[in-house]
């Protein structure tokens, strides 16, 4: 029943068009209705009258029918068309808000989600979910009616045989419902196997540079493969269960006909029936049998619909984890202190990553942090923008919690420029806009010259125009680098940091990055985390963090003086040139 609820909820911007679908439905039904009747009512009355008066009325009567099913084609058309773009603005709405709930998530739910999985419920889900919001209340409706409608007229004809049908079609009922059951996992597991097969791909199809440069195409098809097999699985034994379902079902309307012929043929033998009637009742038997094939149908799309819809409510309940505090304020006039008050964070259950971490940024001031993976550094630089919330104790941006403020205005004031460049599928343009989309062109190539990018985009054969790939193939690392930087540029935030962002590029490209890096940073409140020691030398405060916390802290000629574990990294690294 909630299921239910939240379902018709997605009705309400569409109840004009709902209402009228249903009353065309209406519509459809009675006159389908009518034929029998009208049938029975002229083979008694008119057609046993002189051929003349027949005659003559043949043409009124043609033109009546004329009209009632011009009407029931102009209400067809209406609950096909409208229908059908009702189901489709459903789907519309419902993958909006699937979407605008993934946009909430913080990092920790994608941490444990597959992106593939998500694709699978924003797309393929809500395609059965659509199906089911149109076909579902027509289909029961218009069945309903026929099914009710035709049943009250076959007692009309005969009681005794209608109640002997209704003995058949209960039993039908009760085999349906029970086959039912069965089918509901059936689909439910095809869900979770297509969403593996998504993810496979997914998994496979982004990372194909890594798949052929190991030549492990062979690996990739065996785990698809698997996948691939395992749905097929699911779907053979989906299939077993509606083949007996439809079967089943199909042969118990061949017994409506037989219990027809049979007692119909008892009831013209014993005298309470006359053929005229049996032939009316058979035609009321074909009216009465197809809408419970159309229900039987219905039954496969409501349950992939179910399944669908339940998969969604799933996501849509999730309540995200980083969320705005009821009074959250805006944050106004950055000045950019920083403040980590006896920071501990831990994943989930797991151990902690940070533990009582203190540190004091002044506002303009830069600090670099240091040491070895898995130290934490890049952790404790997501709760700066509440990417994760600490475990206990608190995180302050001039003195404010970033818990007590509201996201965007958070997040607004940092820029992140990070070692893994994400451009978005366009041009460079829009990925440098996308810093500031409202900013002008003017702003777009300003941020772009401070970036030193401007001289190479003018060099591509549509300038900012050019369209870059899916994320940035056709660019080096270092292009796509300064591309990010002239976003942070147009971003113009009061607080950066930098993550390993010349970490993964060659000596001369990192000597132009550090360059658009050290524009970047001046003036501004700056963290740095950095492997290369040689990029922070001219660092405010260096502070070198391992597994067991913060373990040296001072300038660049302090820590070498101390000889402890900055100089050991400073001078490894200074061996290896």
Do not use: W
Not at 113 to 127: P, V
Not at 445 to 473: C, M, N, W
């Amino acid at each position: 029943m909630r299921l239910f609820k939240k379902f018709i909820q997605y009705y309400k911007p569409y109840k004009a068009v709902f209402f009228m679908d249903m009353f065309c439905a209406l519509i459809v039904s009675a006159v389908d209705l009518a034929f029998p009747q009208i049938l029975s009512f002229l083979t008694k009355t008119l057609f046993t009258r002189q051929p003349d008066i027949i005659l003559n009325s043949l043409v009124k009567l043609g033109i009546a029918l004329f009209f009632m099913y011009f009407i029931r084609m102009l209400c067809r058309f209406y609950v096909t068309y409208q229908g059908h773009v009702m189901g489709a603005k459903m789907e519309s709405n419902m993958r909006q808000d699937l979407f605008d709930q993934y946009e909430r998530f913080s990092f920790s739910y994608y941490d444990r989600s597959n992106t593939g999985e998500m694709m699978s419920k924003l797309i393929s889900d809500l395609f059965d979910i659509s199906e089911l919001a149109h076909h579902g209340p027509e289909n029961v409706f218009i069945s309903a009616i026929k099914i009710i409608g035709s049943f009250i007229l076959l007692l009309m004809v005969n009681v005794p045989l209608t109640l002997i049908l209704s003995a058949v079609v209960a039993v039908m009922v009760i085999f349906s419902v029970h086959q039912n059951k069965k089918m509901q996992g059936t689909f439910m597991d095809n869900r979770r196997k297509i969403a593996d097969v998504n993810a496979s791909l997914q998994d496979s199809l982004a990372g194909i540079r890594v798949v052929k440069s190991f030549a492990n195409e062979d690996v990739e098809q065996k785990k698809f493969r698997k996948r691939n097999q395992q749905f097929l699985h699911s779907k053979e034994s989906n299939y077993l269960r509606m083949g007996i379902f439809h079967a089943g079902n199909n042969f118990f309307e061949g017994m409506l006909f037989l219990t027809v012929l049979v007692a119909g043929g008892f009831f013209i033998a014993k005298g309470s029936l006359s053929p005229a009637d049996l032939a009316v009742y058979a035609l009321y038997i074909n009216i009465f049998v197809h809408p419970i094939e159309v229900l039987i149908e219905f039954t496969e799309m409501l349950q992939k619909g179910v399944s669908g819809f339940r998969r969604l409510t799933e996501v849509l309940d999730t309540v995200p984890e980083i969320q705005d505090a009821p009074n959250a304020k805006e944050l106004t006039d950055v000045k950019g202190t920083l403040d980590f008050k006896n920071v501990t964070f831990r994943y989930n259950d797991e151990e902690s990553v940070l533990e009582h971490i203190n540190i004091h940024v002044d506002a303009g001031r830069s600090v670099a942090l240091v040491g070895p993976s898995g130290g934490g550094k890049t952790t404790l630089c997501s709760l700066l923008p509440r990417f994760y919330d600490v475990t206990s104790g608190a995180v302050c941006i001039d003195g404010k919690d970033v818990r007590t403020l509201t996201q965007k205005s958070l997040r607004s004031a940092i820029g992140i420029v990070q070692q893994d460049v994400y451009l978005f599928d366009g041009t460079v343009k829009d990925n440098i806009a996308y810093g500031k989309p409202k900013a002008g062109m003017e702003e777009i190539v300003q941020a772009a010259k401070e970036a030193d990018i401007h001289d190479f985009i003018k060099s591509l054969p549509d300038g900012y125009d050019t369209y870059v790939g899916e994320r940035g193939t056709r660019l080096s690392g270092g292009q796509k680098q300064r591309i990010a930087i002239a976003r942070v540029f147009l971003k113009n935030p009061p607080i950066l940091i930098l993550d390993e962002a010349t970490s993964a590029l060659d000596n001369e490209s990192e000597r132009y990055i550090q360059h658009s890096l050290n524009k970047l940073a001046h003036g501004r409140t700056t963290i740095t985390i950095a492997h290369r020691l040689s990029t922070i030398r001219s660092a405010d405060e260096i502070i070198v963090i391992d597994n067991d916390g913060i373990r040296e802290r001072g300038t660049h000629a302090e820590l070498l003086a101390k000889n402890g574990l900055y100089a050991k990294y400073y001078n490894m690294q200074f061996e290896d040139r």
